[in-house]
């Protein structure tokens, strides 16, 4: 089906609670994941009263949803639902949010007992008061019980005109160095991922993969190009851009070459053409579903070919720059262990049926370059918003859902902050995932520009904390690798998976040192 059939739904309590997601609700929204929001709220009845907790909700969260709604009425709570989530899935996907006043929520008996006085006041004031407070009650539970359409709303999901498709298929087809990026809007229909991989293997167009569209192709696949981006797309004559963005990981469009013919395609207008009027300029922009799309394109090109001399020149740069990392793995630290021969040992420990997390900035950021996804749907990361503390709901989300999956998490020590607590969520619940913490005593990513430029690492620094202990402390496995047992990489990291098969949550606390391996990135 090409519909995403799944919303996300998180329930919380009113103000906090509900302040509490905004930043989770914001990544959804740059993610473009349908979620649905249930937020608590005062009763309508002392809304601007100064209740406990009660807050202008629906004003934050209008910038941040598709869809925003207070439930007024108890027969209101099943239609509002079914239109959130139908706007949650149509279009572009993204958050929606339904506030739900307690008074709806709750028996009509004990709204009644709450709201009316058992003994009125007496007079016209007090009969008036009970009059009003009788009405607005059987106003809320009027039509509660009767029955109401059920099931889910028809979606609307842009698609992409066979005019639209037959005009790529003539640019695609005159190309001679035609490449494709595809980015996380490609996998929005999470079921036909298999589909969309075994379109792209048909095609035979080389590409780059980013965001949710990592792994897509799973480790070391010929057509897979993994280094020297911005060259590839200065060379390139056609440039089909499949739910990528042209913002600030495009440079905003400016690696993009003129002579490149390009050809966009993304459910958003708005994303779609971002940047379009300053930087560069798409022949062809279509408005659509990117998976569809793809898999429409592969059936009209029927089987075309590519020179290999293109493919093979991009293979042969990525080859030059393994030989690179391979040399700065070998290169000695100052103190503690290689960050870059530790990911290369975890790249070739990682099995199959693993699914990655990753949640941090400078060794995150190594580890995108050395740790390869082993298919689909397996990487999980921060994404455009660049949130950190995403790691450990991502890991118990991923758990859940594919029990039989090996959950490793990467995290940077500052980024591991927000989510060693979780451990306690993990031990718990006997929720068995592995934290690999690369702990460089500080926010690298940040000092790594700010030392330059400004000669301080003022607010920079974090100590290399025993987090293997407080994970024990927690009830969870804690393991440590540092120079003292620099040849038991490998062995530790077993053992750290051999715990999780014993239904045991871990973290393995690697101490490690500075590299040269990301200088010159920066954060902002």
């Not at 595809?182 to 075994?198: E, N, Y």
Request: charged residues 20%; hydrophobic residues 45%.
């Amino acid at each position: 089906s090409a519909r995403l059939r799944t919303v996300g739904v998180a329930a919380v309590t009113a103000g906090p609670g509900l302040t509490n997601t905004v930043t989770a609700v914001k990544n959804a929204q740059m993610a473009q994941s349908p979620v649905l929001l249930l937020g608590g709220a005062a009763s309508t009845l002392l809304q601007n009263r100064g209740a406990l907790q009660a807050i202008d909700q629906l004003s934050l969260f209008r910038p941040l949803c598709k869809f925003c709604a207070s439930v007024r009425r108890v027969r209101d709570i099943v239609p509002t639902l079914r239109a959130a989530m139908a706007a949650a899935q149509s279009g572009t996907p993204g958050p929606v949010f339904v506030e739900l006043p307690i008074d709806v929520l709750y028996p009509y008996f004990m709204v009644q007992k709450e709201m009316v006085p058992a003994k009125p006041r007496k007079g016209l004031v007090g009969r008036v008061v009970s009059w009003y407070l009788e009405n607005y009650l059987a106003n809320l539970f009027a039509g509660a019980w009767e029955p109401q359409p059920e099931g889910p709303l028809p979606l609307d999901i842009p698609q992409a005109s066979l005019q639209q498709v037959q005009r790529c298929v003539e640019i695609l087809s005159r190309a001679k160095r035609p490449l494709m990026v595809l980015g996380s809007q490609a996998l929005l229909t999470p079921k036909s991922a298999d589909k969309l991989r075994a379109a792209v293997e048909t095609l035979g167009v080389p590409c780059f993969l980013g965001g949710m569209a990592r792994g897509l192709l799973g480790r070391n696949h010929p057509l897979h190009i993994r280094e020297n981006r911005s060259a590839a797309l200065k060379k390139a004559d056609v440039i089909v851009l499949a739910g990528t963005v042209c913002d600030f990981r495009l440079s905003y469009g400016r690696v993009l070459s003129h002579s490149s013919k390009i050809i966009i395609v993304n459910r958003n207008r708005e994303d779609m053409l971002l940047n379009s009027d300053v930087f560069w300029k798409p022949q062809e922009a279509v408005q659509g579903d990117v998976g569809s799309f793809v898999l429409k394109l592969v059936e009209g090109l029927q089987g075309q070919t590519w020179a290999p001399d293109w493919v093979e020149e991009l293979r042969e740069a990525d080859r030059q720059k393994e030989q690179t990392f391979r040399e700065k793995a070998a290169m000695p630290v100052a103190q503690h262990l290689n960050p870059v021969r530790v990911l290369q040992l975890v790249e070739e420990t990682l099995p199959d049926n693993s699914i990655l997390v990753v949640d941090g900035g400078d060794f995150v950021g190594t580890a995108a370059h050395l740790v390869q996804p082993r298919g689909p749907l397996r990487w999980l990361d921060p994404g455009a918003f660049g949130t950190l503390g995403v790691g450990a709901g991502f890991a118990l989300g991923a758990k859940l859902c594919r029990p039989d999956a090996e959950v490793w998490c990467l995290f940077g020590d500052g980024a591991f902050g927000y989510s060693l607590i979780e451990f306690d969520t993990f031990v718990r619940h006997k929720i068995p995932v592995m934290a690999l913490v690369g702990n460089d005593a500080g926010w690298t990513q940040i000092s790594r520009e700010q030392v330059p430029s400004l000669g301080s690492n003022v607010a920079c620094g974090l100590a290399y904390s025993d987090y293997h202990k407080a994970a024990m402390g927690l009830g969870a496995r804690g393991l440590l690798l540092s120079r003292e047992n620099e040849d038991q990489v490998v062995k530790v990291l077993h053992d750290a998976q051999q715990q999780c098969r014993d239904s045991h949550p871990v973290v393995v606390n690697i101490l490690i040192g500075r590299t040269d391996f990301r200088d010159g990135s920066i954060a902002v």
